[in-house]
């Protein structure tokens, strides 16, 4: 089979079927996310907590995340594989954010780029015309943006009446805004569940929540959540299998066979030596 496309997942879309999206960083994790059948692969910038070992997103390279993007493409088949622009990749100028974002589709392979918006944000809406129009599809992302946590100040639900979250209002029209822009979907990160339902209600592409409730048009999260591979779990997740416990299991059962010489045996050697 052919790898997704835009077109595909409008059709399902427009079906009303949810869409599926999970994040991943590596090959042999994509493949068996592209085996599970999921329509669209993020290669976040979560990758940053989770994969790299740095504190939270902001550290995340270019050539990091070129590097994360090519190793999920060449483990996938048919997954749309969508590609996060890292902290200060884009809105320093619109000449390097073109270029960086073509990149992840000329050098690693993507399918499109997904780029974090501030309420209003003129700078990103303005990159998102220009990508599109180049013929860059790019993923929109309102909500709780991890990009401008040292602004926002921690991670605050979205779209409550308070100091520290944007307004309904303020997620509305911003959601509108990107899709004049041309961005083919649009995720909505710790969005109160009532305005995340609004948000869907008022455009005419594919939202795809985390941890933002029901009415959405598809769900994300990020696979160490998923796997039980995360310090602590999300209460916006649900963990679905407990792989931590699984590893560390095999990891200990492999030291005590080694210091034990159970491991290796004859049929783990290459022209064994016969036995005395």
Known sequence: MSRNSIPDLYEKYDAGEPLTMLTAYDAPIARQIDR?????????????????????????????????????????????????????TYGTSMAESVENAGRFLKEAGADAVKLETAPYGET?????????????????????TPQRKNEIGGAYVQGRDTDTSSTGEALVETAQRLEEAGAFSIVLETVSEGVAREISESVDVPTIGIGSGRYVDG??????????????????????????????????????????????TRDNAFDPVDED
């Not at 940053?48 to 504190?55: A, E, M, P």
């Not at 493409?73 to 200060?88: H, M």
């Not at 990159?127 to 309102?142: A, F, K, S």
Request: proline fraction near 5%; charge should be negative.
């Open 124 to 144: 990103t809406i303005e990159i998102v015309d220009r990508l599109t129009e180049l013929g860059i599809p790019v993923q929109g992302h309102i909500g709780l």
């Open 36 to 88: 599970g059948g999921v329509d669209m692969i993020l290669v976040g910038d979560s990758a940053g907590d989770n994969h790299l070992g740095y504190d939270d997103t902001l550290p995340v390279t270019l050539e990091e995340a070129l590097s994360n993007t090519g190793a999920v493409v060449r483990g996938t088949d048919e997954a749309f594989v969508i590609a996060d622009l890292p902290f200060l």
């Open 219 to 264: 769900q994300v999260l990020v696979l160490t959540d998923v796997l039980g591979l995360s310090p602590e779990p999300y209460s916006l997740s649900k963990q679905y299998a407990d792989l931590d416990a699984e590893i560390r299991d095999a990891v200990e059962q492999y030291v005590e066979e080694v210091e034990s010489g159970e491991f290796p």
